[in-house]
C-alpha cells in the first residue's frame, strides 16, 4: 500500500514528517511498516508517531485517508541504564521526593520520546512540579501526590520556593543583583535586553543574584547564583547577554565542553501542611 506524503513548507523541521493516511483504513502499524520498515514498532513504543495531534503507542489504531499521521523518524535517545533509584533519590517522605538529576536527561517525556526520562523512571505514583533543562543537573522536586503538587506551585507561584545555582564561566560574575528582560517565546536560544522605560507584555522581567565568584585552578570562575525569577533558560540567557556563557552551553555561546556549567544546588520551601522549613544543599566540584 502506498503512501502519500503531504506537501511541506521549506521552514518545517526535518525531524519530522506528516503522512496523509491510506486510501483504507488498516492499523497504524502496517501503514508504517512499508515507509520506516523495521524501525515502525520502536518508534511506536517511543511515542514518537501521532495520529491527528494526539500521541499514539498503539500499533493496531485504524487509520484512513481523513487521518493525517506526524512521524519522528529521529528521535533522540537517553541512555538510562545506569540510573539506580537509590543514588537518584536525595530525600524522600511521604509527600515529595528531592531527586539529584543527572545532567544530559530530559526531566519529563519530550516529543518524541515518552520512556527516557526521569519521571518515567520514577514510576507512575510521582508528579512533576518544575523542571530544569537537559543539561542542567542538581536537586529538583517531585510530588507524591496531586495534592502535594498543587501545594508546591502554589509555593513556586508565591516565590516561597528559594533556588541557587552553580554556574561555571571563563571570567568572573559581577556580585550583586542583575535585572533583564525576556521577550515571551516558545524559541530557545532566548532574546534577552535591558530593562526599559516602558514595561511591555511581550517582555518579563527576570531577576537573579550573584552571591559570590571565585577562582578555580583550571582558570574558569565557579559563582552561586540566586534565582529569584524562574524564565526558561535565564541564567543561560542572562550570562550570555552580559558576556559569560556557561562553559559547555553552545546554545548561548558558550563552547563545547564535557562539563556543563549549570548546576541546582540548593533548594528550600516551607511544609505546606506544617510550615516547617525544608533546605537541600548539594554543590558540584567541577
Known amino acids: 500500500m502506498s503512501l ?10 526535518k525531524h519530522h514528517e506528516f503522512l ?26 517511543l511515542g514518537a508517531v501521532y495520529v491527528n495531534q494526539e500521541r499514539c503507542l498503539e500499533g493496531h489504531q485504524l487509520v484512513g485517508p481523513d487521518d493525517i499521521v506526524r512521524v519522528h523518524h529521529n528521535p533522540k535517545r537517553y541512555d538510562l541504564g545506569s540510573l539506580k533509584i537509590g543514588e537518584l533519590v536525595y530525600y524522600q517522605d511521604e509527600n515529595f521526593a528531592v531527586v539529584l538529576k543527572p545532567s ?23 508528579y512533576l512540579t518544575h523542571r530544569l533543562d537537559v543539561p542542567t543537573s542538581g536537586l529538583m522536586v517531585f510530588a507524591k501526590s496531586k495534592k502535594f503538587q498543587a501545594e508546591f506551585l502554589n509555593l513556586l507561584a508565591e516565590r516561597k520556593v528559594k533556588k541557587r545555582y552553580q554556574v561555571l564561566t571563563t571570567s568572573p560574575l ?4 542583575w535585572h533583564h528582560e525576556m521577550e515571551k517565546s516558545k524559541k530557545a ?13 511581550l517582555w518579563q522581567h527576570c531577576h537573579l543574584t550573584v552571591m559570590s565568584s571565585d577562582p578555580l585552578p583550571n582558570g574558569c570562575w565557579s559563582s552561586e547564583i540566586a ?11 542572562q550570562l550570555s547577554y552580559e558576556g559569560f556563557p556557561i562553559v559547555g552551553d553552545l546554545d548561548y555561546g558558550g563552547g563545547n565542553s564535557k562539563v556543563f556549567g549549570l548546576h541546582s544546588c540548593y533548594l528550600s520551601f516551607p511544609c505546606p501542611k506544617t510550615g516547617r522549613v525544608f533546605e537541600f544543599v548539594n554543590r558540584r566540584t567541577w
Open 189 to 201: 536560544p532566548k532574546t534577552i535586553r535591558k530593562i526599559q522605560d516602558s514595561p511591555n507584555p
Open 104 to 126: 544530559g536527561l530530559p526531566v519529563h517525556p519530550t516529543v518524541d520520546n515518552i520512556h527516557e526520562n526521569i519521571l518515567s523512571f520514577l514510576g507512575a505514583s510521582f
Open 4 to 13: 502519500f506524503l503531504m506537501e511541506r513548507s521549506v521552514s518545517q523541521p
Open 20 to 45: 496523509k493516511g491510506p486510501n483504507e483504513k488498516m492499523p497504524l502499524a502496517l501503514f508504517l511498516s512499508d515507509r520506516y520498515e523495521g524501525r515502525s514498532h520502536d518508534l511506536l513504543q
Open 227 to 237: 534565582l529569584h525569577t524562574g524564565r526558561t533558560h535565564q541564567i543561560r540567557a
Open 174 to 177: 559581577r556580585i550583586g543583583d
